[in-house]
């Protein structure tokens, strides 16, 4: 069976969820990594690796979703924080220093904060700085809207308005929704999670689109997870790149081994083979450190994403790689590529 399947890959005929799962379940790692190479290679020729240079900037870290899954958030009154103009401002500053060309903008489902905070936000920064801004995962697009009494349509075309440029593929966690109600009860469904995309898509908003996996999900789980976004893909064609990522316990309301660089680069496969119509897979250096974010591109990916000039939420469940750009650079050319610094729509800046 698993000869058919790599005949079917080799000649690019999409493979089903069925024969997905078998991958993940039973094929030889070798052979996933030579089958998502392949992939890898037919998309992207050139002899290229990509990276950008951007910062995390969480907005707040109060947050009434409580995800079992999450170190980073606080309650309503336990020390939680609102950023700053000046912060805000010093933190954008220090990233166009360093080159950068983006900013993730995310943070917790504060009840708090009104329309007019976020749209304020957005302006603030696009009439001071030449700066991407990639911000507003689904889950917070949907909570936002909620309380303000918006469709997503409304309110994501208001961001737009104000400055937003695209949308981060966060908080989709598993795409299941028995999943998503034991580990983040109090965000949105996975149909909503779709819907919110949908929509950005349709309004001409691209976004990127994660998994993050190795908590209480199921190998079936996963391969389904992926069936969701290919299907959407295959309807909008509005994700740019997809990054599937390991589950961090420690700090957490979560008790399970973490998964191990093996596990993570078998997924990390699957996903190169099964994505086909996704045209970027990227590493994650952050959880996985830098020897197996390196390996990776010899597992279908094609992109070793930012910098991360700033990151809180993953260091805060106890997980502390960071890499500065002159080292993603050795590790992208030791690996026998060369080092692109991209922008978010995979734009070439800049060949090392």
């Known amino acids: 069976m698993m000869d058919r399947i790599a005949d079917k890959?080799?000649?690019?005929?999409r493979i089903d969820t069925d024969e997905a799962l078998s991958l993940l379940v039973h094929g030889d790692v070798l052979t996933l990594a030579a089958l998502a190479d392949g992939i890898r290679r037919q998309k992207h020729p050139e002899p290229a690796v990509t990276f950008v240079i951007d910062r995390n900037i969480n907005y707040t870290n109060v947050c009434v979703s409580e995800c079992r899954f999450c170190a980073f958030f606080c309650k309503k009154g336990d020390g939680g924080y609102v950023i700053s103009r000046d912060d805000l401002a010093r933190k954008i500053e220090e990233t166009l220093a360093l080159s950068g060309t983006q900013i993730l903008l995310q943070g917790g489902m504060n009840p708090d904060l009104d329309l007019t905070f976020y749209l304020s936000m957005l302006r603030f920064i696009k009439e001071r700085f030449p700066i991407h801004i990639h911000g507003f995962s689904p889950t917070e697009i949907d909570f936002i809207a909620g309380k303000c009494g918006l469709s997503h349509e409304e309110l994501i075309r208001a961001m737009m308005d104000a400055g937003l440029d695209s949308i981060p593929g966060g908080g989709a966690e598993i795409l299941?929704?028995?999943?998503?109600?034991?580990?983040?009860p109090n965000k949105c469904g996975s149909d909503t999670w779709l819907q919110v995309m949908r929509v950005a898509h349709t309004l001409g908003l691209r976004s990127s689109a994660t998994m993050m996996f190795g908590h209480l999900e199921t190998p079936a789980q996963i391969v389904e997870h992926l069936d969701r976004i290919r299907s959407l893909q295959d309807e909008t064609g509005g994700f740019t790149a997809f990054i599937p990522w390991t589950f961090q316990p420690r700090n957490t309301r979560i008790d399970v081994v973490p998964k191990t660089a093996?596990?993570?680069l078998r997924v990390l496969a699957?996903?190169?083979?099964?994505?086909?119509?996704?045209?970027n897979i990227q590493a994650s250096w952050v959880t996985q450190g830098d020897k197996i974010a390196q390996t990776s591109l010899a597992f279908g990916a094609n992109d070793l994403g930012s910098t991360m000039i700033e990151e809180n939420v993953v260091s805060a469940a106890g997980v502390d790689y960071m890499i500065p750009k002159d080292e993603l650079i050795r590790l992208i050319a030791t690996a026998g590529f060369v080092p692109r610094q991209r922008d978010c729509f995979y734009g070439t800046v800049r060949d090392y």
């Open 176 to 184: 299941v929704d028995e999943v998503r109600r034991r580990v983040s």
């Open 9 to 13: 890959i080799e000649n690019g005929v």
């Open 262 to 264: 093996l596990e993570y």
């Open 270 to 279: 699957l996903s190169r083979i099964f994505l086909d119509n996704v045209d």
